[in-house]
C-alpha cells in the first residue's frame, strides 16, 4: 500500500466514524419528543445540524444545496403534530421571506417563487436517539399551474440527499387545513422570530 492510498483510506475512514459518531452521540433522554425541553432541542440541533446539510446537499438538489442560506423561520426547532411529530426548522427563501415572517392566519397570498424548507429531526423513542429525517420543500407555482394543491409543489429530500417519492395529496390534504394561509403552518408561536 502506497503512502498516498493509506491516508486517503484513513482519511475516508476518519469521515466515516465522525459521521457514525455524530449520528451516535446524539442521545435523548426522553421516550416523547413533546417532553424535549428548549436546552435539550438546542443540544440535539447542534449535534446534528451538519450532518443535516451535509446529506441533504449530497445528491446537489438546488434547494437542499442553498436552503442554509435562506432566512430560518424560527429562533430554535420545535415539535409540531404534524410531519410525524418530528422538530421542525423551516427557513424561508427570498421571495417568501417577507410575507412567510408575518405569519398572517387569513387571506395570505404567498407570492410565486416561494419556496419553503423545512428541516426535520427524529425522535426514536426505542433507541433514544434523534436522527436526521427528511427535509420537506413547499414551491409556490405560477397561478393555475397545480389547481388541486392550491398551485403548490410538495417535494422531500432524503436525509442521504436522494428525492422521495411524495404523492402531492398526501401532503397537500393535511395543508387543506391551513386554506386561509394559503396552505402554510407556521412554527409554534413560542419559536417564530420576531415573537
Known sequence: MTIRTFVAAATTATALMATAASAADCAVDVEDPFDLEAAQINEIYDCLKDAMAEG???EGDEVASSFRSWTVTSTRPAVAGAHGNRLLQTFANDISAEQYLKFVEEGVKMPVGSVLAKESITISKKKKQARVGPLFIMTK???????????WLYAGIQPNGKVMKIKQSFCHDCHASYADQDMLAYPLEEVRVGN
Open 141 to 151: 407555482m405560477e397561478d393555475g399551474a397545480i389547481p388541486e394543491t392550491a398551485d
Open 56 to 58: 441533504y446537499a449530497k
